[in-house]
């Protein structure tokens, strides 16, 4: 077994967390890390993949104060979660963790970078300290891309490249995310020796993951999640939505549905978003609404539906939103709100994915008005918006 052949401090401190078996991209790329090979990792959000880079580079962490290990990552919040877990996997064998990203004190990032050994932190962020020079990466003998398809998809290619330049040429480079994109593979060639791609094959676990969806007029969507929030034994929801305009409007209307949710997508300051996760992983309210970049760099736990107000384009990016759900053997429900527009899209999932997504009949719901900002094109309401004016 993969964790028996780490130090006994860091299986003690997995086992503290009830960590005993290794996932399957844990077990398929931990051995090739120690190895001290280049790895890249495809595999879904909650396949434990942080814990696959982090474990065998705890097992390999001098416990002199240089910055030896070096994680690069999409958000601030992804970047939080990381610090955490190396700091409960890492608290027997002295890793020091500096965490560094925009929107925070340089001042408090510098005294974490002076006193650590491993440093993570997004590309902007990291890029201004080694311009500084508060960042020395002459000792780095390892550098972690987390979620790198999310960070060439952010615009992040070139901090990357900038980044990587100014590591030592014998360093180990392991890159995690959930596809190969043409600028992965650029990275591949240009900075890896002799790569192993390891895939962890994307898949739901239909035994404890039930999906549906709901035709609907486009017109109507907000009106149905509305029933279906109060129509069903909801115990904590995601809701996702691809734009951020939506994400923001789907909330003040479930808002003035005396419904109490609370947002989070990547325009909201830093403290914001660290503060409506903490809320919501302590109960202080259950529905989420978020936009799916978003919610890539969040940990959140215990999620019983996952509620897909509309879809993206990219049909890997609907098993990462309904994997946020029936995780850990526990059951969980994916719900689809499907109108004309989303179809093709959902026509590309089913085509990618061999699962079972049961097409629900037609329910009798009030119809509500939804407030916007301003009138969309495709809807033509007139003056006082009809039916759809009326309010509880």
Known sequence: ????????????????????????????????????????????????????????????????????????????????????????????????????????????????????????????????HLQRRNLNLSNLNCVVLDEADKMVDMGFINDIRMILNQTPNNRQILLFGATISDEVLWLQKKYMKNSEVVKDELHLKEEVLEQYYYDVEYNEKFSLLVHLLNSQPIEKVIIFCSARSTVELVTKNLK????????????????????????????????????????????????????????????????????????AGEKGKAI??????????????????????????KVQFEKLAFFARERPQHQQFRRGFGRFNRRR
């Open 256 to 327: 003035k549905q005396n419904i109490e949710a609370d947002m989070i997508h990547g325009k909201l300051p830093q403290s914001r978003r660290l503060r409506v996760i903490e809320n919501f992983n302590k109960g202080l309210f259950n529905i989420l609404v978020a936009s799916a970049v978003a919610a890539r760099g969040i940990d959140v736990k215990n999620i019983s539906h996952v509620i897909n107000y509309d879809l993206s384009k990219d049909p890997q990016e609907y098993v990462h939103r309904v994997g946020r759900t029936a995780r």
């Open 1 to 128: 077994m993969v964790f028996k052949t780490i130090k006994k401090e860091i299986v003690t401190a997995l086992n503290e967390h009830e960590i005993h078996v290794p996932t399957g991209i844990q077990t398929k790329t931990i051995p090739r890390i120690l190895a001290g090979k280049d790895v890249i990792g495809i595999s879904k959000t909650g396949s434990g993949k942080t814990a696959a880079f982090v474990i065998p580079m705890l097992e390999h962490l001098r416990s002199d104060r240089v910055i030896q290990k070096l994680v690069i990552c999409p958000t601030r919040e992804l970047a939080v979660q990381i610090a955490t877990e190396i700091k409960k996997f890492g608290k027997y064998v002295q890793a020091h963790v500096a965490t560094v990203y925009g929107g925070a004190s340089m001042h408090t990032q510098i005294e974490e970078i002076r006193r650590g050994n491993i440093v993570v932190g997004t590309p902007g962020r990291l890029l201004d």
């Open 336 to 361: 689809t709100l499907l109108c004309s527009r989303d179809h093709e899209a959902f026509r590309e999932v089913l085509g990618k994915y061999q699962m079972k997504v049961v097409n629900m009949p």
